[in-house]
């Protein structure tokens, strides 16, 4: 049988390249060089801004576009905008609506700016610790939406948080995606931009074919990345659902799940 060819990782990064305290591995940066001695690029996307990946692209000198926003936004390694996708004005109305009917805390992501109506509501410190930037704080996101690339539905109550999953998939179809890119974070974007279709920028814009594609990850938004890739790694953290629909299962990211896939996969590609 011969060996499997694999020309460009990506990597999701909460809950997979780095660790819950937010931790980029000295083995897990190993890893990422090793693959990229042996001719291996590698690329990130996320639902976190660009602008909050970017504490990570010297230590892996990303060299690739880099897809915030579950490709909502795509960009260079010095923040420039090769491609926006912001939400039509009528879905974002309609999401930012959803969202508060269900009970939900609502931020809104628009070009790099991150507004919130309280900079004391859940996971606001959190998520402020985690990209490094602070947010802007308004008495109302309504006159936010028009220029909204992601709005994010925030709650600890995780029931109710798949709960407005279901409905915000239910309500928009095919107009927009909705996917919890954390258990406590609803993420509603562009239709266009999900992870799926950053296999398919990548592949395009770098002239890979999606089989020689390897993609890592742990929440139900990784798995259009799983479905467009040849190859795919579900983390050791990933629910039961998740790991179904990925090629392999790894380690989870407090026990160097990334890195233990990576090194797998470069062994069986030179054996």
Request: aromatic share 6%.
């Amino acid at each position: 049988m011969a060996a499997r060819k694999i020309s460009l990782l990506l990597a999701d990064v909460d809950g997979t390249l780095v660790t819950k305290e937010k931790i980029l591995t000295e083995r897990a940066r190993a890893a990422v060089l090793a693959a990229r001695n042996r001719g291996i690029h590698f690329a990130i996307t996320s639902g976190r801004p660009p602008k909050g990946m970017a504490m990570l692209f010297d230590p892996l000198d990303i060299d690739t576009a880099i897809a915030g926003f579950n490709g909502g936004m795509i960009v260079k390694r010095d923040l420039s905008i090769v491609l926006a996708r912001p939400l039509p004005k009528q879905v974002a109305q309609q999401a930012l609506e959803l969202i508060l009917k269900h009970g939900l805390d609502a931020w809104v992501y628009a070009g790099n700016d991150w507004f919130v109506r309280d900079r004391k509501a859940p996971h606001v410190d959190r998520e402020a610790w985690t990209v490094k930037f602070e947010p802007v704080v308004t008495e109302s996101l309504d006159d936010k939406i028009e220029e909204a690339v992601k709005i994010v539905g925030i709650s600890d109550d995780l029931d109710r948080v798949k709960q407005a999953e279901a409905a915000a998939q239910q309500a928009f179809g095919d107009h927009a995606t909705a996917a919890r890119s954390q258990p406590y974070y609803l993420d509603v974007t562009h239709q266009d931009a999900n992870k799926g279709a950053v296999v398919e920028y990548l592949s395009q814009a770098m002239n890979i074919p999606r089989d020689e594609i390897a993609t890592f990850g742990d929440q139900p938004n990784d798995v259009l990345m799983f479905r467009r890739s040849g190859y795919s790694v579900a983390m050791g953290n990933a629910s039961d659902d998740v790991k179904r629909k990925a090629t392999a299962v790894t380690d989870d990211s407090e026990n160097e799940g990334f890195a233990k896939a990576v090194e797998k996969l470069l062994e069986e590609m030179a054996a």
